[in-house]
Nanobody, 115 residues
Framework: QVQLVESGGGFVQPGGSLRLSCAAS????????MGWYRQAPGNQRELVAI???????NYVDSVKGRFTISRDNAKNTVALQMNNLKPEDTAVYYC?????????WGQGTQVTVSS
């Protein structure tokens, strides 16, 4: 059972930046895909960004050019650098990890973008 713990959420004004981090309880080298999802009030959870075990990345169109996902296998962490944040980025952000047969979720961290 892999445990994922997110950190780095908070309150920021539009145009600001935040860096989310997800720490795994064991080696992430066997986790084929890791990523970040978000869920705003009244909305379904949506994919934000994913990164595969070989470093391929994919982003939802609304964050392309603003967000960057990265993984550090040595530190067992995945990060999401979020720049030029917009009010519509406000949501609870969840870390996700997938093997071939199982999927794991963190508890989530709140990101609020408001003036």
């Amino acid at each position: 059972q892999v445990q994922l713990v997110e950190s780095g959420g908070g309150f920021v004004q539009p145009g600001g930046s935040l860096r989310l981090s997800c720490a795994a309880s064991e080696s992430i080298s066997r986790l084929r895909v890791m990523g970040w999802y978000r869920q705003a009030p009244g909305n379904q959870r949506e994919l934000v960004a994913i990164i595969t075990h070989i470093g391929n990345k994919n982003y939802v169109d609304s964050v392309k050019g603003r967000f960057t996902i990265s993984r550090d296998n040595a530190k067992n962490t995945v990060a999401l650098q979020m720049n030029n944040l917009k009010p519509e980025d406000t949501a609870v952000y969840y870390c996700n990890a997938q093997t071939l047969v199982r999927e794991y979720w963190g508890q989530g961290t709140q990101v609020t973008v408001s003036s």
